[in-house]
Structure formats: structure tokens, C-alpha cells
């Protein structure tokens, strides 16, 4: 079945950039996401990117896509400690029938100071 | 009110106990979903519900019983719970299937079962 695999948790220091890296098994998966959650809170929509893309820039965000290995990357540039947060990658069906997002288990982020 | 309202935020039940979480959106949204998340583990899909309509039912036991009266509205009916269901449960709304905006998340209900 469909799957989504992240790393569980990244600490990184106050400026450096982070990475959060996930793969994904649906070869036909046409819209891959992050989301943020943060302490309390449900999940809030990052960015996304389209399957015909490598590559997207939103700000401090960029995010990589490598459709031949699955693979999908947030770059988070001069980490903020207000960025410590729970990141869910998560892909989006073809017509495959299911009709709702795949989410993996969530990247923990702690950022110090 | 906009986006996505979830009530109650906090729920402690007995096993024995009938409760009802509410989700509402005043997205205009046409489809609404049921996740749960339980910690260190993938968000698991419960329901979809797709004009009204139940699209999407994943296994889901039959102590969680889904409601959706109308577009704007979500209920999950809970009954004679187990301790394994404590969880955050969130709802969640897109136009579609979302593909171009995503969802738009409640804040979520904190389900404890004791």
C-alpha cells in the first residue's frame, strides 16, 4: 500500500539550515505537501509541490523533489527557534481511489538557541 | 468565524461512556475528513466524507461512528472506547480533493480513555 517514511527528529542551532527528508512509495502521486504543526495546534500547510517539479522556493522554505528515488526534501533556511515544530511530508492520490492525503509520521524539529 | 473549529479541545471518557466530538468549517469547503493521530505514528485516515456523502471508511472499528448532517459539519460518535483510542483526533476540510491548497486542519480534540 501507499507509504510515507520520515526521519523522527532533527535538532539543528539558531541560523543554520535544516533539512527534513521524506520518501514516499506512490509512483503516481501527482501533489506531495509539508505541513507544520505546532505544540497544540492542528496542521498547517507549508508548501507543496507538483510532480512535474524539482524544485520550489517559498522564502525561507525550498523544497527538492526526486521523483525517480521518492524522494522529497524541506530545506529550511536561517532556522528560527519559533520554526521548532512537528513537519508532516504527505502525498496527494492519482485516481487511484483514495480520495485523501497520506501522511508520513512527522519530523520533530528543535531548533536551540 | 473562519477556518476550522474542533470542540470539545480536551475529552476524558470511561469505556463505558457515549460522547460526540464536533467538527465545523465556514470554508465553503465540500469535503471533510477524520484523522487520528497517535504518538510517533503516521496520521491515520478514519473518514472522508465528500459532499456529504461517506467516500472513504479505513477499517475503522465500529465504536467511531461519523456524521456529517451538511457541508459544514462533522460529528464523530464515540462509544464503549478502549484505552488504545486515546489520541488527538483531527478534522480536517478541503474544496475537492485539496490538490492545489491542501487541507485545512482543526486544532484537534485530546481524547483520553481511562
Known amino acids: 500500500g501507499e507509504d510515507v517514511e520520515q526521519s523522527l527528529f532533527l535538532s539543528v542551532r539558531e541560523g543554520d539550515s535544516s533539512v527534513i527528508n521524506c520518501t514516499y512509495t506512490?509512483?503516481?502521486?501527482?501533489?506531495l505537501y509539508w505541513y507544520k504543526q505546532e505544540p497544540g495546534a492542528g496542521l498547517q500547510l507549508l508548501t507543496y509541490?507538483?510532480?512535474?517539479?524539482d524544485m520550489k522556493q517559498d522564502q525561507r522554505l525550498t523544497v527538492l523533489l526526486n521523483k525517480k528515488d521518492k524522494h522529497l526534501s524541506l530545506r529550511i533556511a536561517d532556522t528560527q527557534t519559533g520554526d521548532s515544530a512537528i513537519y508532516f511530508c504527505?502525498?496527494?492520490?492519482?485516481?487511484?481511489?483514495?480520495?485523501?492525503?497520506?501522511f508520513g509520521s512527522g519530523t520533530r524539529l528543535q531548533v536551540q538557541p | 468565524e473562519t477556518g476550522v473549529t474542533q470542540t470539545p479541545r480536551h475529552l476524558v471518557m470511561g469505556m463505558t461512556n457515549k460522547k460526540s466530538l464536533k467538527c465545523e468549517q465556514h470554508?465553503?469547503?465540500?469535503?471533510m475528513y477524520w484523522y487520528k493521530q497517535s504518538a510517533k505514528k503516521p496520521l491515520e485516515l478514519m473518514f472522508v466524507?465528500?459532499?456529504?456523502?461517506?467516500?472513504e471508511n479505513n477499517s475503522v472499528p465500529s465504536r467511531f461512528s461519523p456524521e456529517c448532517p451538511n457541508s459544514s459539519h462533522l460529528f464523530l460518535h464515540l462509544h464503549t472506547l478502549q484505552p488504545e483510542d486515546s489520541a488527538l483526533y483531527l478534522c480536517?476540510?478541503?474544496?475537492?480533493?485539496?490538490?492545489?491548497?491542501?487541507?485545512?486542519f482543526g486544532s484537534g480534540t485530546r481524547l483520553t480513555v481511562v
Open positions: 480536517a476540510s478541503s474544496q475537492g480533493q485539496g490538490r492545489n491548497y491542501g487541507y485545512t
Open positions: 506512490d509512483s503516481s502521486s501527482t501533489y
Open positions: 509541490i507538483f510532480s512535474n517539479m
Open positions: 504527505a502525498e496527494s492520490p492519482m485516481d487511484t481511489g483514495r480520495r485523501a492525503l497520506t
Open positions: 470554508l465553503g469547503h465540500n469535503a
Open positions: 466524507y465528500s459532499l456529504e456523502e461517506r467516500v
